[in-house]
T-cell receptor
C-alpha cells in the first residue's frame, strides 16, 4: 500500500522567507502527484498537479518538483506572505489502483508570521 | 459559486440516526469520490463512482452507503451513525485519466 509522509508536521517562518515543504512516498509507480492547500472551513484547493513524466510545475510563487525514482516531491514557496498560512497536503495517484484513488499525507501546517 | 458543493457544511447528530451528506458538481466530471479526514490520519477514500451506474467501495466503506443520482450528484449516507464516524467529510470530482481532483468545502459531522 502506498504511504505518503510529510515532514515537518508544522512550520513557522517570518514573512518574506522562502521555504520548502517536503513530501515522500513509498511506491514510485504513480500517475501523478498533486499539492493542495487546506484552509479551515474552506476545503481543499488544488495548487499544482505534476504528471509522472514531469519534473516540476510552477504557478506564481509556487514551484513543485517531483523525483519519482526517489519517491520525493517538494513544494517551494517564494517570498512567503501571511496569506500563505494554511495546511499543505500532498497526494499521489498510484498506478496499481487504476487511478481510482488518491493517497494523502497528513500535511504540513504552515504559519507565516508578519 | 463553488464547482463542488457539499451540504450541509456542519451537522451534529445522535448515535443511531440516519444521515445523508450531499454533493453536487458543475464541472461536468464523470468521476466522483467521498473521503473522510481524521486528525493525524490524512484523507481516506470511502466510496467512488465513475458514472451513474457505477459504485465502488474504497478503503473504509463499512458503515456507509452511497447513491449516484445523476452525473452531477453523489450522496453519502450513514445508515446508523456512531461516534467514531465523527470526522470531516469531503466530496471530490475528477475528469478523465491523469487529471486534477477538485474538492468541496467539506462537511463537519459530529455524532454524539
Amino acid at each position: 500500500k502506498q504511504e505518503v509522509t510529510q515532514i515537518p508536521a508544522a512550520l513557522s517562518v517570518p514573512e518574506g522567507e522562502n521555504l520548502v515543504l517536503n513530501c515522500s512516498f513509498t511506491d514510485s509507480a504513480i500517475y501523478n502527484l498533486q499539492w493542495f492547500r487546506q484552509d479551515p472551513g474552506k476545503g481543499l484547493t488544488s495548487l499544482l498537479l505534476i504528471q509522472s513524466s514531469q519534473r516540476e510545475q510552477t504557478s506564481g510563487r509556487l514551484n513543485a518538483s517531483l523525483d519519482k525514482s526517489s519517491g520525493r516531491s517538494t513544494l517551494y514557496i517564494a517570498a512567503s506572505q501571511p496569506g500563505d498560512s494554511a495546511t499543505y497536503l500532498c497526494a499521489v495517484r498510484p498506478l496499481q489502483t487504476g487511478a481510482n484513488n488518491l493517497f494523502f499525507g497528513t500535511g504540513t501546517r504552515l504559519t507565516v508570521i508578519p | 459559486d463553488a464547482d463542488v458543493t457539499q451540504t450541509p457544511r456542519n451537522r451534529i447528530t445522535k448515535t443511531g440516526k440516519r444521515i445523508m451528506l450531499e454533493c453536487s458538481q458543475t464541472k461536468g466530471h464523470d468521476r466522483m469520490y467521498w473521503y473522510r479526514q481524521d486528525p493525524g490520519l490524512g484523507l481516506r477514500l470511502i466510496y467512488y463512482s465513475f458514472d451513474v451506474k457505477d459504485i465502488n467501495k474504497g478503503e473504509i466503506s463499512d458503515g456507509y452507503s452511497v447513491s449516484r443520482q445523476a452525473q452531477a450528484k453523489f450522496s453519502l449516507s450513514l445508515e446508523s451513525a456512531i461516534p467514531n464516524q465523527t470526522a470531516l467529510y469531503f466530496c471530490a470530482t475528477r475528469g478523465m485519466t491523469n487529471t486534477e481532483a477538485f474538492f468541496g468545502q467539506g462537511t463537519r459531522l459530529t455524532v454524539v
